[in-house]
């Protein structure tokens, strides 16, 4: 005997055969990927990716620099895989200083600043000077053994040979690339592109959350009890839905002021006007059912009714829309940035990216505002694609 597909397995195997959509849906994975590891998969593991080098500032992509690591002197903590995952990061043990020539001179190492330009190599007698043995508290260097003895913190000698201390400092010393260069304080434009990632996923994710919690609640109120009190939320809504979105949006969060959560709160607000008025067309169609009926008729409650036998089937509209207001969150998210008023610097938002780099557009290096522009409509694209899949692989009428 023939076994038949559930409705949400035959939706499923059609959204698979949409192509768009699956390619939607694979870089929404990757984005949540990106996301979940966080700074495990950046060059810059730093809290939000903010390590500034600004003699490397406004690098083109493929960049390369020697880096001398100097130890901070802080006792800092390393983390672990877990504790850099999501919005995790964690100070760096070292500071990086860009050169462009070094040489050792017994316990020490005289070196150049990078400075881009060969030219600007400052004579050797100016080079600038850095202790060698700068990873041990102190140290004394004795001529004739050619050893320099290290004490430690906790009163300790120890005696390694000059050959032996280069090497390890010249282990110090390391070529850098940066894939897409670096903005214009010396950041990874890679790292704040990925650590933005997260942004941007989590605006939409707690935005829609919201709206679906308040736009479902008002519409199932409207549709399931009608009369006067679905005229008086159906007034409301048409008064919000009059209201633009952005000058709503802005309107919220000078009100709250401004910061990352409250553009959570802020766009989650403006959006649920349309999950609304779905869910109520879905109850006005399904309270009429004999199902609901039958409900009516074994004294079940109102609330159980709505939220138990009419909500699970209007979910198909709602998750559609969910997607198109992922998209519309995404946006308003990166366009309140801009404009100064969503998340606020060092944080990677990609609307401040932009608005940082906007001025390079008319320059050689305009990638610097073109890469998070193009993260964003990727991003979006992936979410309207998949939005549409799932509005056709829903469509009962065409599921068989």
């Known amino acids: 005997m023939l076994k038949s597909k559930s409705p949400g397995a035959l939706a499923f195997t059609k ?15 990757l984005a949540i990927l990106t996301a979940i590891l966080g700074a495990n998969i950046r060059k810059d593991k730093t809290l939000m990716a903010k390590e500034m080098l600004l003699p490397i500032a406004a690098q083109k992509p493929g960049f390369e620099v020697k880096m001398l690591k100097v130890l901070n002197g802080k006792t800092i ?43 600007n190599l400052m004579p050797e007698q100016k080079m600038k000077m850095v202790t060698a043995v700068y990873a041990i508290a102190k140290s004394n260097y004795d001529e004739k053994s050619k050893e320099i003895s290290f004490i430690h913190e906790n009163g300790k ?19 850098e690339t940066y894939l897409l260069g670096t903005d214009k304080y010396g950041r990874d434009l890679l790292s704040r592109l990925l650590a933005g990632t997260i942004i941007s996923l989590s605006v939409g994710l707690i935005a829609v959350f919201i709206s679906l919690l308040v736009g479902v609640f008002m519409g199932a109120v409207a549709g399931y009890y009608g009369g006067r009190v679905d005229a008086i939320i159906t007034w409301f809504i048409n008064v919000i839905w009059s209201i633009p979105t952005l000058l709503l949006v802005i309107s919220i969060t000078l009100l709250l ?19 609304a008025r779905i869910t109520r067309g879905q109850f006005l169609s399904l309270r009429e059912k004999e199902f609901v009926e039958a409900a009516r008729a074994l004294g079940y409650k109102p609330f159980r009714i709505i939220f138990k036998h009419i909500l699970p089937n209007a979910w198909s509209p709602l998750i559609v829309i969910s997607a198109s207001n992922f998209a519309n969150a995404i946006l308003i998210e990166a366009g309140l940035s801009f404009l100064g008023v969503g998340a606020q610097p060092p944080m990677p938002s990609w609307g401040n990216m932009i608005k940082e780099h906007y001025g390079y557009i008319v320059l050689d290096k305009a990638y610097l505002a073109l890469a998070p522009g193009c993260a964003i409509m990727l991003l979006v694209l992936a979410f309207t694609l998949l939005g549409n899949g799932l509005r056709d692989a829903l469509d009962t009428r065409s599921i068989n």
């Open 157 to 175: 000698n120890k005696s390694i040979r000059q050959q032996e201390i280069i090497k390890i400092i010249e282990s110090n010393i390391q070529t």
């Open 257 to 275: 002021g401004k910061g990352f959560s409250q553009i959570f709160i802020a766009v989650g607000l403006t959006m649920w006007v349309e999950v």
């Open 15 to 29: 959204l698979l055969k949409n192509k768009p959509a699956v390619f939607g849906l694979v870089v929404i994975l």
């Open 77 to 119: 903590n390393e983390k672990n895989f877990f504790n850099l995952l999501f919005f995790g990061g964690r100070e760096n043990l070292y500071k990086y200083i860009p050169i462009s020539k070094y040489r050792f001179v017994g316990d020490e190492i005289l070196y150049n600043d990078y400075s881009g330009d060969p030219k």
